[in-house]
């Protein structure tokens, strides 16, 4: 069994700052891709950034420069910094890992499951 767990979320200002953390733990072999993504009430899921298991990241139009994403290999853990919030950036923000477990040659993805982030004066 996988388990990621995020955790940082809450209410915020505009123009405040938060900090997401997820923890994958669990029968994991290695981690390859981890992100996040966001959902708002009535809208898809969409990608919010990633990052490789070497560091190379990739971060939505709507959040570069304020957003930024990292990992600590050691811990299974991916970060999300978040700077300069807007109330459009309220949503439910999920945790996403590809991860092989041991004895297997597949990749799964794994999610966890959201933390609110809600942005408003």
């Known amino acids: 069994q996988v388990q990621l767990v995020e955790s940082g979320g809450g209410l915020v200002q505009p123009g405040g700052s938060l900090r997401l953390s997820c923890a994958a733990s669990?029968?994991?072999?290695?981690?390859?891709?981890m992100g996040w993504y966001r959902q708002a009430p009535g809208k898809q899921r969409e990608l919010v950034a990633a990052i490789t298991s070497g560091g190379s990241t990739n971060h939505a139009d709507s959040v570069k420069g304020r957003f930024t994403i990292s990992r600590d290999n050691a811990k299974n853990t991916v970060y999300l910094q978040m700077n300069s919030l807007k109330p459009e950036d309220t949503a439910v923000y999920y945790c996403?890992?590809?991860?092989?477990?041991?004895?297997?040659?597949?990749?799964?993805?794994?999610w966890g499951q959201g933390t609110q982030v809600t942005v408003s004066s």
């Open positions: 669990g029968s994991i072999f290695s981690i390859n891709a």
């Open positions: 996403n890992a590809d991860l092989r477990q041991p004895g297997s040659p597949w990749t799964i993805g794994s």
